[in-house]
């Protein structure tokens, strides 16, 4: 879900998770119904074919996997170690591939 957002997000397309453990995601549109469902469904086929790197996905400043002693880990680690271990690229591809 958060991969998804991201990469929304990366492509110009207003989305939120309203919280950590939401499953939804709220996609932010204005215009015609029916041009939503060509956005959402462009938008998934960009996703398919994306190749870029995760780290290069717009995340907030301060994004990281909670633990005991962030305080002490550069915030550079920080984010890489969420893109490593918390996104999944191949696992939404998947997902997405299995709902259409």
Known sequence: MFTLHFLLLQRGIKSKILWRT???LEVTFSGHVRDAA??????IQDVLAATESLSEL???DKVQIEH???EFIPPVLLRKEFVEDFL???GLKK???LEN
């Open 38 to 43: 060509e956005l959402i469904q462009e938008a």
């Open 22 to 24: 939401c499953v939804y």
């Open 88 to 90: 999944d690229l191949d």
């Open 58 to 60: 717009p995340l907030p």
């Open 68 to 70: 005991k002693y962030n």
């Open 95 to 97: 997902g997405l591939i």
